[in-house]
């Protein structure tokens, strides 16, 4: 019971600071090789999995190819998520660092404690 508690006052704190400091996906252009907080609505989501190794697409706020920011999960943290259901239409928080993939911005989450769907 402790320890639900502490993850869930974790998890209320990340959301109640993320609400104050995040950053609109549009925004991510301009921070490459920063780390910052982004909170987003997923536009649209696709799973490619070639041969045991997944990459799981999160495009923000627009579909591709216009999406201004994809977060990026490969096979373990993908794995980890356990998704039961379509997070398309849902908003979520990312934190990481902006890097550049063919020149479009994106934020590759290795450790879900950066990653919060929002119901």
């Known amino acids: 019971m402790k320890n639900l508690i502490t993850v869930f006052l974790l998890l209320t704190a990340t959301v109640a ?3 104050t ?3 609109k996906a549009e925004q991510a252009k301009n921070f490459i090789d920063k780390e910052i ?5 997923v536009a649209g ?3 490619f999995d070639k041969e045991g190794k997944k990459t799981f697409l999160i495009n ?8 201004p920011l994809t977060v990026v999960l490969y096979t373990e943290a993908y794995d980890a998520l356990g998704l039961k259901e379509e997070i398309d239409g849902k908003n979520l928080i990312v934190k990481g660092v902006v890097t550049l993939f063919n020149d479009r911005p ?3 989450v290795s450790d ?8």
Request: net charge positive; hydrophobic share 35%.
């Open 45 to 47: 989501s696709r799973l």
């Open 37 to 41: 907080i982004v909170k987003g609505n």
């Open 17 to 19: 600071y993320a609400q």
């Open 112 to 119: 879900l404690k950066n990653l919060h769907i929002l119901k």
């Open 21 to 23: 400091d995040t950053l």
């Open 60 to 67: 923000l706020d627009q579909r591709y190819p216009q999406t």
């Open 106 to 108: 994106q934020i590759v």
